[in-house]
C-alpha cells in the first residue's frame, strides 16, 4: 500500500509561485501514475495535473495550463507540482493521488490518497 504525503503549500499573493511536493512510501511510486487533485470550499474535488508512470508524459486542466507544471522523480518517490502566475481562484486543498491509468481526470480512479496541503492565494 502506497502512503502519500504532500507538503509545500502555504500562502502566497497574487502572481506568486509556490512548488509543492508529494513523497511516497511503500511501493516504488514508478508502478502508478500519480495526478494532483484540488478541492475548494463548498466546491467538488477537480482534477489539476496526471503524469505517467515514467514521467514521460503528462497533462494539466485547461484552467492551470501554461501555468502549472507536474513532475516527478522516481529515484525520490516523490512528484511536484509547480505552480505559477496563482490567482485567487487557486485556493484550495491540494491532493495528490496514485493510480493505475495516467491521465484519467476523475477522482474515483486513484487508488491511493495524500491527506492535502492547504494553499491560499491573496489578492
Known amino acids: 500500500q502506497v502512503q502519500l504525503v504532500e507538503s509545500g503549500g502555504g500562502l502566497v499573493q497574487a502572481g506568486g509561485s509556490l512548488r509543492l511536493s508529494c513523497a511516497a512510501s511503500?511501493?516504488?511510486?514508478?508502478?502508478?501514475?500519480m495526478g494532483w487533485f484540488r478541492q475548494a470550499p463548498g466546491k467538488e474535488r477537480e482534477f489539476v495535473a496526471a503524469?505517467?508512470?515514467?514521467?514521460?508524459?503528462?497533462t494539466c486542466a485547461d484552467n492551470v495550463e501554461g501555468r502549472f507544471t507536474i513532475s516527478r522523480d522516481n529515484g525520490k518517490n516523490t512528484v511536484y507540482l509547480q505552480m505559477n502566475s496563482l490567482k485567487p481562484e487557486d485556493t484550495a486543498v491540494y491532493y495528490c493521488?496514485?493510480?493505475?491509468?495516467?491521465?484519467?481526470?476523475?477522482?474515483?480512479?486513484?487508488?491511493?490518497w495524500g491527506q492535502g496541503t492547504q494553499v491560499t492565494v491573496s489578492s
Open positions: 493521488a496514485a493510480g493505475q491509468k495516467y491521465s484519467v481526470t476523475y477522482p474515483s480512479a486513484y487508488d491511493y
Open positions: 511503500g511501493p516504488p511510486s514508478a508502478r502508478y501514475a
Open positions: 503524469i505517467s508512470r515514467s514521467g514521460s508524459s503528462s
